[in-house]
């Protein structure tokens, strides 16, 4: 039994455990990739690790899995939060499926003085988190928090978390990061950059290192990209 | 006289240098961003760095610019080329202009075994990098080169130039470039992975380096920002 599909699921998976799917899953399996009873489909769900099941009932109003054989540990990434201000719609949606792919443990869009204050949907953000750990084979889904201030998180920053921040202007800075272990936060700078308060509350915070990410200006979602790689390189599970 | 707008023009620049733009340069300039005689434009050429010029005419059919100062040296990046094997259109589209940003010296479309091969709009894909250029602040526009086999391509692979290649099969392989300099190249394997016949090939190359990225799957356009950030921090120009 082979399986073409992978998906999360919101249920507890053990060997002989029977698992329903939402409907949008069911048209899934069975409209599009037209999957029948006998085949096999991949599922995790972010705490049992990778599961086989096999359809039991290909149907897409009662469909039945029954779960086989677990086909892989129980993988979370390290404990990296991902904090960014939310751009336009489409990059917005890039950077929390790149985050997953990434391995950022919980996704924090903030509000800066100078974001462009669009509404965010957590929803579909969060969904877009699911969607990019079923493609990247993961086992785990960060969490889609609500948004949030940037000065209210920077009030009450946990003392135990180091922040890695990037912005332009930072170019010439400090390039590297302290050894420090323990959980830790990357924060993107807005496209329109940090306001000189914001940047004076970073520099006055004392887990807070700031990083420079080369000569050039990035977009928010290649900073994103960016950043993660060079803390996943440095203290995260790329080492 | 401050510039809103920053432009890639392929015109000699220099004091006193007067110079002509393209229909949409001047449709963006006098209709989108209404710019009148007197208002400053940035101005660059890949190769005399950035210059503020005045516009003298504004006008859609004949525009008039005329370089004032220079107002940033050339800077061009390391001599890294960036390998990938095209995708779907949009992500495609990003794969160019995050190779801008991150500072890529050559674009090149490699076609592997199990690229499916869309027609590959160099045109376009040029325009993207000429905009990205634009938008980072950089005096530099990566060329974009013809589609390329991957096996001719390494047939006649340079001598001089090390190759960097990252593919999710690497996980636990070599994670360390070796201290190289010279020019480089980062190839990105294409999302259904290389053949074994490509494998081999690669493994045979003298030049060429395995880079693991992580032990998540990620799709081509982040594998490329994550692969440009492990050489930029470690052989390019963000050390």
Known sequence: MKAKVRLYVDHPLGAGQTVGLSREQAHYLFAVMRLEAGDGVLLFNGEAGEWLAEVIVANKRNPVLECRTQTGPQVSPPDLWLLFAPIKKARTDFIV??????????????????????????????????????QCGGTFVPKVAEPVKLA????????????????????????????????????????????????????????????SLGPRILRADTAAVAALTVWQTTHGDWQ
């Open 97 to 134: 499926e790149k985050a997953t792919e990434m391995g950022a443990r919980r996704i924090v869009p903030v509000l800066t003085e100078f974001t462009n204050a669009e509404r965010v949907k957590i929803d579909r953000l969060q969904a877009h988190a699911v969607e990019a750990a079923e």
């Open 152 to 211: 209210n998180l920077l009030d009450m920053w946990p003392q135990e978390r180091s922040l890695m921040f990037c912005n332009e202007a930072l170019v010439g800075e400090d390039r590297k990061l302290a050894g420090t272990r323990g959980p830790w936060a990357v924060l993107i700078g807005p496209e329109g950059g940090f306001s000189d308060a914001e940047r004076q509350r970073l520099s006055e915070l004392s887990q807070a290192h700031a990083v």
